[in-house]
């Protein structure tokens, strides 16, 4: 028997109560288990009595194993009985007491429940965000991207200058090349003036712009750039007739661009806002486990970099930036569980169902990436990463039906 005791938002009080029987079965199914395992001199195996495994094993221990198995067994039924969306669950303080031979066992936990959301109305919004025009000024920056692109490179024997490319090599001989005209500021500045053998040290900053670390390397090469003109025959490289036709070829790809953008930032928007504005009692272990996931994905980032997470946060502390770092860490956490409460809820709402075709294209897609073929993937990520794969796919569609529905 179960029942809800009160309920304050997201948290459940309620009464469970496990009838004699079972705890009769429980006791005794516990009580046979101790008999075939344990040894007791003077008596045959599995013909101990009661009391003398009781002494054995001690019966504050063993009421406790009990009472362990008996919330085991009798939580999940109650969490279905009473129809609890139930994501946590924790006994209060003061309920440890102990089941009692021959009588029903009731206690008491605190439920935290998946919470209730409500959207704001979100079909009047207006979103603020402008369809972009296409400028003179970025179709020339394409093309001049293009002509970097065309370029010709050599091999020079002399220091590096702005618009040079270089080649270098760490300690572990790995190679990696750095262009000075795309590098940021402190890296042109250390490998300005520099030839090939000379050798060099690159800061790896983070976020804040703070120094992790250095790595040292040596220039292997410095190669020169020479960019092609701007002319017919260079137009002609790219199979089209003309500049004039080029021009207006990069603008139409700038402007299909510039609409895709635009899109999503409408898409980006109405979820900023839609997480803002939707009303919901969020339990602190949806927090929690977010945070976790924050932290796992901002170690995996720092490995990348050659940077240990616990050097990181040492470094942190060391600053004294550890409180503010973790009330930063919080609020994170928090604005992405009310992105992906928002976002399924919106999917409710619309009724957004993700087709055959469309999950298939999606997983092509995402396979492609990874140059697997698409058995390979869905092998390679499982199931439960697949299928986190298609509630991603549900609530982008939801939201972007969202997004056309507005004014």
């Keep these: 028997m179960a029942e809800v005791l009160e309920q304050t938002g997201s948290i459940a009080k309620v009464r469970i109560e496990v009838p004699a029987e079972r705890v009769e079965k429980t006791t005794k199914d516990l009580l046979s288990a101790y008999r075939r395992s344990m040894k007791v001199p003077g008596f045959r195996p599995g013909k101990a009595p009661d009391r003398v495994i009781l002494a054995r094993v001690g019966e504050q221990a063993f009421w406790e194993e009990v009472r362990e198995r008996l919330i085991e067994q009798s939580y999940p039924e109650a969490v279905r009985e009473l129809g609890l969306a139930a994501i946590a669950a924790r006994l209060p303080e ?22 209730q959301v409500q959207l704001p109305q979100w079909r009047e919004m207006e979103l603020g965000v402008e369809k972009p025009e296409v400028e003179d000024e970025l179709v020339e920056a394409a093309l001049q991207d293009l002509r970097r692109r065309y370029a010709e490179v050599k091999v020079v024997d002399r220091p590096a200058a702005e618009g040079d490319h270089l080649l270098l090599q760490t300690a572990d001989e790995q190679t990696f090349p750095v262009e000075l005209e795309r590098a940021e500021p402190h890296v042109r500045e250390e490998l300005l003036a520099k030839a090939a053998g000379d050798e060099v040290e690159i800061a790896v900053l983070d976020d804040d712009g703070s120094e992790l670390k250095r790595v040292p390397a040596k220039v292997l090469e410095v190669r020169e750039v020479t960019l092609p003109e701007l002319d017919e025959e260079f137009a002609k490289t790219l199979e089209v007739e003309s500049i004039a036709e080029l021009r207006e070829k990069v603008r139409q790809s700038l402007q299909a661009q510039a609409e895709n953008d635009w899109r999503e930032a409408r898409k980006q928007t109405l979820l900023e806002r839609l997480a803002e504005g939707l009303q919901a009692d969020i339990p602190p272990s949806l927090i929690h486990d977010e945070e976790r996931a924050l932290l796992r994905d901002m170690e995996e980032d720092m490995k990348q970099r050659g940077v240990p997470f616990e050097d990181y946060l040492r470094n942190i502390e060391r600053e004294g930036k550890l409180e503010e770092f973790k ?60 299928e986190n794969l298609k509630l991603r796919l549900q609530r982008d569609k939801a939201l972007a039906e969202a997004v056309e529905q507005l004014k």
């Design 94 to 115: 003061g309920e440890a007491s102990a089941p009692l031979a021959g009588a029903p066992y009731s206690y008491q936990v605190e439920v935290e429940l998946y919470p």
């Design 327 to 386: 009330k930063d860490l919080h609020e994170q956490a928090e604005l992405r569980v009310r992105r992906g409460l928002a976002l399924e809820k919106l999917a409710e709402e619309l009724g957004t169902e993700v087709t055959d075709e469309e999950w298939d294209g999606y997983l092509r897609g995402y396979a492609e990436r990874y140059g697997l073929k698409t058995p390979d993937f869905k092998k390679a990520v499982g199931p439960e990463g697949l």
